[in-house]
């Protein structure tokens, strides 16, 4: 029922910012929670960041807490992650997905977007 399109991923340099976008089809995105998650190759996915369906409440892994914001705007139908001090490690695809439960678990979330690549140069 929902459609999730990521963009904004590509290359920056350590240090540098990246904002990812998540554009939601339809009229009941602000009835689901949305998550990000990123996996690198050869490594579990991980969680990233999750918001809930009003945007009252979010949670940020401690990887990137203090360099990553997720926020969303339902008016627009679109979720957000804004990447600040992005460092090598950080280099993975970047998913999004929504939920209509608040969790951190990838096995709860029930539409997922395509991925994104992002690449953080040394």
């Known amino acids: 029922q929902v459609q999730l399109v990521e963009s904004g991923g590509g290359w920056v340099q350590a240090g540098g910012s990246l904002r990812l976008s998540c554009a939601a089809s339809g009229r009941t995105f602000s009835s689901y929670a949305m998550g990000w998650f990123r996996q690198a190759p050869g490594k579990e996915r991980e969680f990233v960041a999750r918001?809930?369906?009003?945007?009252?409440?979010?949670y940020h892994a401690d990887s990137v807490k203090g360099r990553f914001t997720i926020s969303r705007d339902n008016a627009k139908n679109t979720g957000y992650l804004q990447m600040n001090s992005l460092k090598p490690e950080d280099t993975a695809v970047y998913y999004c997905a929504a939920t209509r439960i608040p969790t951190v678990r990838a096995m709860d979330y029930d539409y997922w977007g395509q991925g994104t690549q992002v690449t953080v140069s040394s």
């Open positions: 918001i809930s369906w009003s945007g009252g409440s979010t």
